[in-house]
Nanobody, 115 residues
Framework: QVQFVESGGGLVQPGGSLRLSCAAS????????MGWYRQAPGKQREWVAA???????NYADSVKGRFTISRDNAKNTVYVQMNSLKPEDTAVYYC?????????WGQGTQVTVSS
């Protein structure tokens, strides 16, 4: 059974940084693309970033230049380094395949950006 477990969230001041991790219960080497997603209060879940096998990455315009997605296939873990955080980045962050598979959503990790 595929499970993704997110961690690393917390409370951070505007301009701060966080690194989120996503541990997979299966090998991610064979997964073509992994993604990070987020859901802010009262809003729909949105795509944030994707890591594509071979090294390519894609980002939503709202995070481009501030977030960096990476994957460690040996550890079956996907990361997102988030810098220059803004209050509008406040959300629950999830990882999943890209595009996402409904059965694979985990609990997510809460990121709150506030002074």
């Amino acid at each position: 059974q595929v499970q993704f477990v997110e961690s690393g969230g917390g409370l951070v001041q505007p301009g701060g940084s966080l690194r989120l991790s996503c541990a997979a219960s299966v090998s991610i080497f064979s997964i073509y693309a992994m993604g990070w997603y987020r859901q802010a209060p009262g809003k729909q879940r949105e795509w944030v970033a994707a890591s594509i096998r071979g090294g390519r990455t894609n980002y939503a315009d709202s995070v481009k230049g501030r977030f960096t997605i990476s994957r460690d296939n040996a550890k079956n873990t996907v990361y997102v380094q988030m810098n220059s955080l803004k209050p509008e980045d406040t959300a629950v962050y999830y990882c999943n395949t890209n595009p996402p598979i409904d059965d694979y959503w985990g609990q997510g990790t809460q990121v709150t950006v506030s002074s």
